[in-house]
Structures are given as structure tokens and as C-alpha cells.
């Protein structure tokens, strides 16, 4: 396992692994199979957290939409249960000697 997968380091962050030991910049390999497999892999892990946070946000905005539903709901049956209300209790007041 990768330490960028322990911590969620960005890969900017991450050391280098194509560099020479006496950190020579003219003796730098020329990019090849590993480097663009390397690369293939950080561009995957990318999209990948880009859907997640997608789909959390999906998963949000649904969760959002269902309170709303169901406070407005509860607006429209409120009025209902009021006068409900009100009836019962001056239905009582009447009856009572």
C-alpha cells in the first residue's frame, strides 16, 4: 500500500521516484511505462474521489429534498389539525354545564 493511500497526501506532496540518487537533473529518465502506469493510477484515484464526492452529494441534496417534503407536508396538515383542534375544545366548552 502506498503512503498517499494512508493519509490521503496529494501527490504533489509525495516524493519523487524517478529521481536520481545524486540528484543529477540532466541524468532524469525519459518518461516511459512505469511513469504513464503511475500516472494512469493517480488519474484514476482522482476520478474516483471526484465520483464519491458526487455521489455524496447526491446522496445529500435526496436527503435534502425528502426533509423539505416532509416539512412542507407538515405545513399543509398544521392549519387542518388546528381547527381540528379548535373545534374540539369549543365543541366541549359548549357541552359542558
Not at 9 to 33: E, K, L, Q, Y
Amino acid at each position: 500500500m502506498d503512503a498517499t493511500e494512508n493519509f490521503n497526501i496529494s501527490p504533489r506532496f509525495t516524493p519523487r521516484r524517478n529521481v536520481p540518487p545524486n540528484n543529477d537533473a540532466t541524468a532524469a529518465p525519459t518518461p516511459g511505462a512505469g511513469q504513464s502506469s503511475d500516472f494512469e493510477y493517480q488519474f484514476l484515484r482522482v476520478l474516483n474521489k471526484v465520483y464519491q464526492t458526487i455521489e455524496k452529494n447526491e446522496m445529500r441534496l435526496g436527503e435534502h429534498d425528502r426533509k423539505e417534503a416532509t416539512r412542507v407536508e407538515w405545513q399543509q396538515k398544521e392549519p387542518v389539525l388546528n381547527t381540528c383542534s379548535l373545534v374540539s375544545l369549543t365543541l366541549e366548552e359548549k357541552e359542558a354545564p
